[in-house]
């Protein structure tokens, strides 16, 4: 079974440093997709970046980075000048290549404060 | 702009009562998701569809029930609501064929049963 693994319940940052946020990921598919959510207090989930499994270069997306590596499972995001607005839960996630209807399967979130 | 809608952001429900939870897509996505979130254990599968009419059972789908009539809509059912379903509830949608569709969320609905 796919399993999602965010080892950090929860991490403190000073404002404008980079800080990298933990995931690893079991499957034995070769096809797979892998996502992170922020989730601010609000309550609504935000995409913010994907990987997919034969991609060979790491995701980025403006001050958010995916540092993939394969062979150790592991997909971490960073996210580089932190600001205030970037305290939220942050979810990584998973999907199974084929068809697309594979539902995603979350890791159990990092809460990130970020401190001015 | 994409656009997942919930019918309620807040909800108060007594045991035993039977609740209607409903999500709306404008994107006409063909998948569509149901899931719960708890503290401590992230989000998990209740319900989706990848077709009208049609539903497949998630991680956790006991003591609720799905209905898909229409493609834009998935609503979510507790036939009788039980204090251990008070939970965020979230739906989700997302285009059907590709590894890199992106499932986008509603608001989630915050359900209280006394």
């Known amino acids: 079974a796919q399993k999602i693994t965010q080892t950090q319940p929860g991490m403190f940052v000073q404002e404008k440093e980079a800080v990298t946020l933990d995931c690893t990921y079991d499957?034995?598919?070769?096809?797979?997709?892998l996502f992170w959510y922020k989730q601010p207090s609000s309550g609504e989930m935000i995409f913010l970046i994907y990987?997919?499994?034969?991609?060979?270069q790491n995701a980025t997306e403006g001050r958010y980075s995916l540092n993939f590596q394969k062979a150790r499972k592991s997909a971490n995001l960073v996210i580089s000048a932190s600001q205030l607005g970037d305290s939220a839960m942050y979810f990584c996630?998973?999907?199974?290549?084929?068809?697309?209807?594979?539902?995603?399967?979350f890791g159990k979130g990092t809460r990130l404060s970020v401190i001015a | 702009d994409v656009k997942v809608t919930q019918s309620s952001r807040y909800l108060v429900k007594r045991t035993g009562e039977k609740v209607f939870l409903e999500c709306v897509q404008d994107?006409?996505?063909?998948?569509m998701f149901w899931y719960r979130q708890d503290p401590g254990l992230g989000l998990r599968l209740i319900y989706f569809?990848?077709?009208?009419?049609?539903?497949e059972k998630g991680d956790i789908p006991e003591g609720y029930s799905v209905s898909r009539e229409k493609k834009e809509r998935f609503s979510l059912i507790l036939e009788s609501a039980s204090t251990n379903q008070t939970s965020m509830y979230l739906c989700?949608?997302?285009?059907?064929?590709?590894?890199?569709?992106?499932?986008?969320f509603g608001p989630g609905t915050r359900l209280t049963v006394l």
């Open positions: 989700a949608s997302s285009s059907q064929g590709q590894l890199t569709d992106t499932q986008y």
């Open positions: 499957t034995s598919d070769q096809s797979y997709g």
């Open positions: 990987q997919g499994s034969y991609d060979e």
């Open positions: 996630a998973m999907t199974l290549g084929g068809t697309g209807n594979t539902p995603l399967v």
């Open positions: 994107m006409d996505h063909e998948n």
């Open positions: 569809s990848y077709d009208v009419k049609m539903k």
